[in-house]
């Protein structure tokens, strides 16, 4: 077909039509995500950071409570303020101030020492028993008021820790000049252990600085990453926390830092290895340009194959289905295709010769079967409803009751009115609802348990369709499944459209079906009508399928709650042929056989 574009071109263009916007979009939400990773490691490390912080702190902050703690201790108190005595009590007294000294000690999550120092009687009372009931001290050192990073040598070796103490009178500055001085300090393990626990699970290397001393770091420093760090830190004043990026060597570090409100001019600081983090999201990207590039080659393979294998076999079929639409019969098919089209090609060819043989001698006869089959099939209607609205017009006039008679009547009258009406038998779906409310309501008023519930879109009213197709199912829905019942039940009339088909639902509410009782009675709707099988169902279904085409017909569904839904199903782009316009139809069959 010249001037359009083969299948193998369209595919081209739909799948680089595809990828293009994929490509774009995927491009964006890339750019977007390397973005929102950096913005969310830049504020989750400095988070996780001052949190560990807080920690730590929090921590120093229990332990520089210690000394006031021990001040105000009544035992304490009582071996202060009154000093000398027996040896004995002073002995005990001094056993007793130990156990709660190791006590108060053990109670905090770092090791620690207390100690109580009197400068004067030069005696130690401490937790650490290298010094406790000795005189080994600094005596001539400053009052360290703030928490001092020092070397602790009371432990028999010079261990780095933070130092802080407590003094009475607290005006004294020298240790000498004390009455009595109280002591805290932990080694800095205590540290380096939290620094192992908080970097397990994350791929730096955090420590605490200050300038001008050795940074206090994990039991596993990367040094060679911490020295650059410390550089850059040493080069610029430091605010209470923030960021600074810089690169080493090959790698962009994002580093965070905060100051600490315990240990002062210390600065804990961390730093991640932005890369690293995006390594994963570069990897993806990358993975996915060659993924597009390599489906991009595929389809191109894939549009070829379908071409030489799909459409040139499509086209002759196309060309013989035209060249039969206008009448040659003789049309064959002498192309080969090697793969399954073959089949259809015999196929076809042979459809087109048993159509060169049966159509002109079968089909006109066929038509004027049809035709005859629809006007039989709309002439079966069960009437007897219609003697028990006789009775009871009989009944409510023996009892005077006027307003129903007239009601039954009124109805009556104007359904069959409707249904006697033989010059049109196509309808619309507003008349032939119509006529289910007369319906409806002489079953109503006849039997006072039954309910019922129309709700159909607005659209579908004006749809065509042959006359008296709804009345059967609910005739059937009310005799089968609610006349029945004591206790009465529902009816519900609902509407339902698609594309490409109108549907209409009759549900009740009555026993229903069994699993075989329904399967038999799908099964007849497909059967010849015999006198075993119901008339109504069989006229609605065959009716429909003749007059509307494939796809169209009745079908049962069984409700899980109780009761049958009936489903009338016929295709819109179907013609409707009313029974009195078939010979209409055949003349054009001729016609079009005729130019053959």
């Known amino acids: 077909m010249p001037g359009k574009v083969n299948i193998f071109g369209r595919i081209l263009i739909l799948v680089v039509l595809l990828l293009i916007p994929i490509l774009v979009l995927y491009s964006f939400s890339n750019r977007t995500a390397n973005q929102v990773v950096r913005e969310q490691i830049q504020s989750s490390g400095l988070n996780q950071l001052?949190?560990?912080?807080?920690?730590?702190?929090?921590?120093?902050?229990?332990?520089?409570?210690?000394?006031?703690?021990?001040?105000?201790?009544?035992?304490?108190?009582?071996?202060?303020?009154?000093?000398?005595?027996?040896?004995?009590?002073?002995?005990?007294?001094?056993?007793?101030?130990?156990?709660?000294?190791?006590?108060?000690?053990?109670?905090?999550?770092?090791?620690?020492?207390?100690?109580?120092v009197q400068p004067q009687e030069k005696t130690v009372l401490s937790s650490n028993i290298y010094v406790n009931g000795t005189s080994n001290w600094t005596w001539g050192g400053d009052v360290h008021s703030v928490w001092t990073y020092a070397q602790d040598k009371t432990r028999g070796f010079p261990t780095a820790a933070f130092i802080r103490e407590i003094v009475e009178p607290a005006n004294a500055k020298q240790v000498e000049a004390a009455a009595t001085l109280y002591h805290v300090s932990f080694p800095v393990r205590n540290i380096s252990e939290l620094l192992d626990m908080y970097k397990k699970d994350k791929q730096s290397d955090p420590f605490l600085y200050k300038p001008g001393e050795e940074p206090i770091g994990s039991s596993t420093p990367d040094k060679e990453t911490v020295q650059p760090v410390i550089a850059l830190l040493n080069d610029g004043a430091l605010n209470e926390s923030g960021q600074l990026q810089f690169r080493i060597e090959d790698r962009q570090l994002l580093v965070s830092y905060v100051r600490s409100s315990q240990l002062p001019g210390w600065?804990?600081?961390?730093?991640?290895?932005?890369?690293?983090?995006?390594?994963?999201?570069?990897?993806?990207?990358?993975?996915?340009?060659?993924?597009?590039?390599?489906?991009?080659?595929?389809?191109?393979?894939?549009?070829?194959?379908?071409?030489?294998?799909?459409?040139?076999?499509?086209?002759?079929?196309?060309?013989?289905?035209?060249?039969?639409?206008?009448?040659?019969?003789?049309?064959?098919?002498?192309?080969?295709?090697?793969?399954?089209?073959?089949?259809?090609?015999?196929?076809f060819n042979e459809m087109a010769e048993q159509i060169q043989v049966l159509v002109e001698d079968v089909y006109a006869e066929k038509i004027r079967s049809r035709e005859a089959t629809l006007k039989q099939l709309q002439s079966q209607i069960n009437p007897h409803f219609l003697y028990n609205s006789l009775f009871f017009i009989i009944n409510s006039a023996a009892m005077d009751d006027r307003d129903s008679v007239v009601a039954m009547s009124q109805h009556l009258a104007e359904y069959f009115r409707y249904t006697t009406r033989v010059d049109d038998q196509t309808v619309t779906l507003k008349d032939e609802l119509d006529l289910i409310r007369h319906y409806l309501e002489i079953q109503s008023m006849r039997m006072h348990r039954l309910q019922y519930d129309i709700a159909v879109p607005e659209e579908m009213l004006d749809e065509t369709m042959p006359r008296l197709l709804i009345q059967p199912l609910v005739e059937n829905?009310?005799?089968?499944?609610?006349?029945?019942?004591?206790?009465?039940?529902?009816?519900?009339?609902?509407?339902?459209?698609?594309?490409?088909?109108?549907?209409?639902?009759?549900?009740?509410?009555?026993?229903?079906?069994?699993?075989?009782?329904?399967?038999?009675?799908?099964?007849?709707?497909?059967?010849?009508?015999?006198?075993?099988?119901?008339?109504?169902?069989?006229?609605?279904?065959?009716?429909?399928?003749?007059?509307?085409?494939?796809?169209?017909?009745?079908?049962?569904?069984?409700?899980?709650?109780?009761?049958?839904?009936?489903?009338?199903?016929?295709?819109?782009?179907?013609?409707?042929?009313?029974?009195?316009?078939?010979?209409?139809?055949?003349?054009?069959?001729?016609?079009?056989?005729?130019?053959?």
Request: net charge positive; charged share 25%.
């Open 50 to 116: 001052r949190f560990f912080l807080n920690q730590l702190d929090s921590t120093i902050d229990n332990l520089a409570m210690f000394p006031v703690i021990l001040g105000q201790d009544p035992h304490i108190r009582d071996y202060l303020d009154k000093p000398g005595g027996a040896l004995p009590e002073m002995l005990a007294k001094q056993a007793r101030i130990t156990e709660k000294l190791g006590l108060q000690s053990v109670s905090s999550p770092f090791s620690n020492d207390l100690s109580i």
């Open 267 to 347: 600065y804990m600081v961390d730093y991640e290895p932005v890369e690293r983090v995006l390594a994963p999201i570069a990897k993806t990207r990358n993975l996915f340009y060659v993924s597009v590039g390599l489906l991009l080659m595929l389809s191109m393979l894939a549009s070829f194959l379908l071409y030489r294998n799909v459409q040139r076999p499509i086209l002759n079929l196309i060309r013989s289905m035209q060249r039969l639409k206008r009448g040659d019969l003789s049309t064959r098919i002498e192309y080969r295709s090697k793969n399954e089209f073959d089949y259809l090609i015999v196929r």
């Open 477 to 596: 829905a009310i005799v089968h499944g609610i006349e029945g019942r004591p206790e009465g039940g529902r009816i519900a009339i609902t509407g339902q459209r698609d594309d490409g088909y109108n549907r209409i639902v009759v549900a009740d509410s009555g026993a229903g079906l069994t699993g075989g009782e329904l399967e038999r009675l799908l099964a007849s709707l497909e059967t010849p009508m015999t006198d075993r099988i119901g008339r109504g169902t069989w006229n609605v279904h065959q009716r429909l399928y003749y007059q509307f085409g494939e796809g169209s017909g009745l079908t049962f569904e069984a409700i899980p709650e109780g009761g049958l839904k009936a489903v009338l199903t016929w295709n819109r782009a179907g013609r409707l042929v009313a029974p009195g316009s078939g010979g209409k139809g055949a003349g054009h069959h001729r016609s079009t056989i005729d130019r053959g």
